[in-house]
């Protein structure tokens, strides 16, 4: 299995600012993703963390609002920018390894 | 499109045996996946399915039929424990993503 670890593990911030969540995996991924899961939902993918390159964009998520980083194999960023309440939810940092994929224990924000 | 339903809750009884369905239609297939989640924690990993067939991991048991775009989690002997929400998801074929299903809430009773 692969060890996740996400900081902050949670937040509360004001509207207009922005949040930067690390996410750190314990040895090299081939993958690295990133989720939202609403209150009583279930896990939107947001985007694909490429390293050394731009992510890539689900429908409806664009990198002004969500830019993201992977400067290396076991590394990535994730930036919630210009937050509305809307942006309340949990962000999770997601590796794959071979054909498992898991998950890290998520980043709590809510905004004011 | 994309498209993975499953029930949005369940009841079962400690002891007994509980079957959570998946269907799927994708425009790419390339595993289906199982998951745990129980409330205010990350979702764990449980199965991976790619081939046909019942893959079995002491107490749950995953399967897979391709071209019925089905699968299934199968819990032996409930625990308390076990009551969480379980998650379908399905990897494609292109950029190896997964999507999710809304996720099945189990409750176990004693």
């Known amino acids: 299995s692969a060890v996740i670890s996400q900081k902050p593990s949670r937040d509360i911030c004001q509207r207009g600012t922005s949040l930067t969540i690390q996410c750190q995996v314990d040895s090299q991924v081939t993958m690295m993703f990133w989720y939202r899961q609403q209150p009583g939902q279930s896990l939107t993918l947001i985007a694909t963390a490429n390293q050394g390159s731009e992510a890539t964009y689900e429908s409806g998520f664009v990198i002004d609002k969500f830019p993201i980083s992977r400067p290396n194999l076991t590394f990535s960023t994730l930036t919630v920018s210009n937050m509305s309440p809307e942006d309340s939810s949990i962000y999770l940092c997601?590796?794959?390894?071979?054909?498992?994929?898991?998950f890290g224990p998520g980043t709590r924000l809510t905004v004011t | 499109g994309q498209n993975i339903d499953q029930p949005t809750e369940m009841t079962a009884t400690e002891g007994a045996i509980v079957q959570i369905n998946c269907t799927y239609q994708?425009?790419?297939?390339?595993?289906l996946f199982w998951y745990q989640q129980h409330a205010g924690e990350a979702p764990t990993f449980l199965s991976y399915?790619?081939?046909?067939g019942l893959e079995e991991k002491g107490r749950f048991s995953s399967f897979l039929s391709r071209s019925k775009g089905y699968s299934y989690l199968l819990l032996k002997e409930l625990q308390m424990k076990d009551s969480a929400s379980y998650l379908c998801?399905?990897?494609?074929?292109?950029?190896?993503?997964?999507?999710f299903g809304q996720g099945t809430e189990l409750s176990v009773k004693p």
């Open positions: 997601s590796a794959r390894r071979n054909d498992e994929q898991y």
């Open positions: 399915n790619v081939l046909d």
């Open positions: 998801a399905v990897r494609d074929n292109q950029g190896g993503k997964l999507i």
């Open positions: 994708t425009s790419g297939f390339n595993g």
